[in-house]
C-alpha cells in the first residue's frame, strides 16, 4: 500500500484531542484510531503490539539475521489532530498534477492561496491531498503514521537489513501532553525520529520550551450610572495586561530563536475575563524570565 492511501484510511477518522479535558487521553475518540492502527501492525507483522489505558500504542519490527546486535532505531507520530475546525465528517480531496495555482477546496469557496502560502507554487504537478475546505485534514500528524508503517511494510516487502525498530504512535501531542506519559522502556529504541515535520526533507533537531500562561481575571460590575471609583471592569484589566507585554514579541514579530508570548484565545465582559496565552523560547533561561514577566503582571495588578 502507498503511504497516501493509508493516509486516506486514517484521516477519516476524527481524532480531536481536547485540551479543556482532565482524563488521558483526552478525547476518547482517539482509541478509534488506535484500534485501527493496532490491527494493521499487527497484519504488517509488527511484534509486541500493545495499546495502553492512556492510548499509547507501540510495537516492534525484529532486526534482520546478523543485525540484532545493532542499535534499536524508533519512529513516533501521534495519532491526535487539532480540535478547531474539526466538528464533522473528513472529505479528503485529491488534486493530480497541481497547476502551481490557488487552489479551490472542495465546493466550501475557500481557496489555499498562493500568496499565503507560496511554498504552493514549487508542488506544481505534484499530486496533493486537501480537506474539502469544511474541515481540516488531519495529515498533521496522520502522515507521519501513514509514512511510518509504509516504512514498515517496504522493509518486509523488498528484504532491506536492518536493525531492531520501534514504533510509538501517542496521543494528545496537540494539546501539549503527548510525551507526558510516553513508555521510554516499553518503546525500547535508543534512538529515535518524530515524524512531525513540515518541509519535506527537513530534520529538525532541536526544541523550544514551551508553556501555557492563562489570566483569569474578576472585576467588579457595579450601575454604570454610579459607579465612580469602584467598578473594576474585567476587559478593560485583560487589555491592561496584554498591553505590559513587549509588543514585539509575537510570532508575527519573531522568527527563528526569538521567543513569544501569543495570545491565542480572549474573552471577557465587566464582571469576568479571560486571557490564554502560548509562550515559547528556545533559550531556557529566556524562557524563565518570561514566565516571571507574567507572574509580576498578575503580582502588580493584584496589588492595583
Ligand atoms: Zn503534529
Known amino acids: ?46 511484534t509486541e503490539v500493545f495499546t495502553d489505558e492512556q492510548c499509547y500504542l507501540y510495537g516492534k519490527l525484529p532486526a534482520t539475521p546478523g543485525y540484532e546486535g545493532k542499535d534499536s ?83 518486509q516487502a523488498e528484504h532491506i537489513p536492518h536493525g531492531p525498530i520501534c514504533v510509538a504512535f501517542t496521543p494528545d501531542e496537540e494539546i501539549g501532553t503527548g510525551a507526558s506519559h510516553f513508555n521510554v522502556e516499553a518503546f525500547g529504541a535508543k534512538y529515535a525520529y ?29 450601575h454604570p450610572g454610579s459607579s465612580k471609583d469602584t467598578m473594576i471592569n474585567a476587559s478593560l484589566v485583560a487589555m491592561e495586561i496584554n498591553q505590559m507585554l513587549p509588543g514585539m514579541e509575537t510570532p508575527r514579530g519573531t522568527e527563528e530563536y526569538e521567543g513569544f508570548y501569543h495570545l491565542t484565545n480572549m474573552s471577557g465582559d465587566v464582571a469576568f475575563a479571560q486571557l490564554n496565552y502560548i509562550v515559547r523560547d528556545h533559550n531556557k533561561e529566556f524562557f524563565e524570565s518570561r514566565k516571571n514577566t507574567l507572574r509580576l503582571i498578575e503580582k502588580n495588578l493584584n496589588e492595583k
Open 73 to 155: 532505531i524508533g519512529f513516533i507520530a501521534h495519532m491526535d489532530t487539532v480540535a478547531d475546525f474539526c466538528d464533522s465528517e473528513i472529505y479528503p480531496v485529491i488534486t493530480e498534477n497541481y497547476n502551481g495555482e490557488d487552489l479551490a477546496l472542495g465546493n466550501s469557496g475557500r481557496i489555499l492561496s498562493t500568496q499565503n502560502f507560496p511554498h504552493l507554487k514549487t508542488l506544481k504537478g505534484r499530486t496533493l491531498i486537501t480537506s474539502d475546505g469544511t474541515t481540516i485534514l488531519g495529515a498533521d500528524d496522520k502522515a507521519g503514521i501513514a509514512e511510518i508503517l509504509t516504512m514498515v511494510e517496504r522493509l
Open 1 to 46: 500500500m502507498k503511504a497516501y492511501e493509508r493516509l486516506l484510511n486514517y484521516v477519516v477518522v476524527r481524532t480531536p484531542s481536547d485540551e479543556n479535558s482532565e482524563t488521558v487521553p483526552s478525547s476518547k475518540c482517539q482509541f478509534n484510531l488506535a484500534g485501527v492502527l493496532e490491527k494493521e501492525m499487527k497484519e504488517l507483522g509488527l
Open 194 to 222: 518524530t515524524l512531525d515535520g513540515d518541509t519535506e526533507g527537513e530534520i529538525q533537531y532541536e526544541n523550544f520550551n514551551a508553556c501555557k500562561a492563562s489570566f483569569e481575571i474578576t472585576g467588579f460590575n457595579v
